[in-house]
């Protein structure tokens, strides 16, 4: 049994897994939370499957070593679409992942049309066809990557103005596809993607619904801890591979939750 100040792992390249930790945050307002962003290996996007499986496994094993976790859940639904089975093999404790929102976005959709929208790495993803084969059969299911956006979100968590250009082209590339007229569902399949979700209904229109796995994956959690105790004294933590400077101007936002100052994890 966990102890009361044992920490959950929230682990993503960035800032994008915070998505899943404001979610988390609602449920279970005291539970000690080390949040971990791999800038030293964002993104993982642009990366093949080889190389972030064999960082993803590595780190998580490491952080869990150093951490002692009750439970991690990968928020990032790159890393956990390619590495969530080889996480699982290396580690003992409960592995939470974040994958595509295809099963609500097809219970939501009128048209049939749904968008998903994520890094280059996860919409070619096998996990991402089994999604679709099982909850989207009979369905249309328009994948297109949007690499670009993870820059964008991390700016503007930093407080930085955003040009919302490339989300606008992004909506005319998907409406300008066959069927893309009919488009009502768009999933964000990039954890970074819901902090853009006002610049996604600017640019998509509200007959548009976005959907994102952040509030279901905090359920998720919080059902695999239930009946746990939380040290409401215990800090929640946000940690950085390689220098702590890479997480500077995010210190309004990790104060706002409560995360306090970046710490560096490592130089790997
Ligand atoms: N937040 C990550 C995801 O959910 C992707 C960012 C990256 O490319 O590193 O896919």
Redesign the pocket.
Known sequence: MAEPNDPILLF???V??LTVYDALRDILPDAPVIYAA?YA???????TEAEVGARVAGLLGRMAERYQPRLACI??????TIALGMVREVLEIPIVG?VPAIKPAASLTKTGTIALV??K??IRQAYVDDLEAQFASGKNLLRIAA?EL?DIAEAKLRGHAIDDTAIRALAEALRGTPDGETIDTLVL?????PLLSDEFALAFGPDVNLVDGAQGIARRIAALLEGQRFDPGERSRFVVTGPADRAAGLERALSARGLGVAQSFTNP
């Open positions: 993503d390249t960035g994008g897994g791999d290996g964002i993104p993982y996007g642009q990366k928020a990032c639904n790159t890393a956990s974040t994520g890094t790495a996860t690499p993870v399949a990039c954890t970074h993607f």
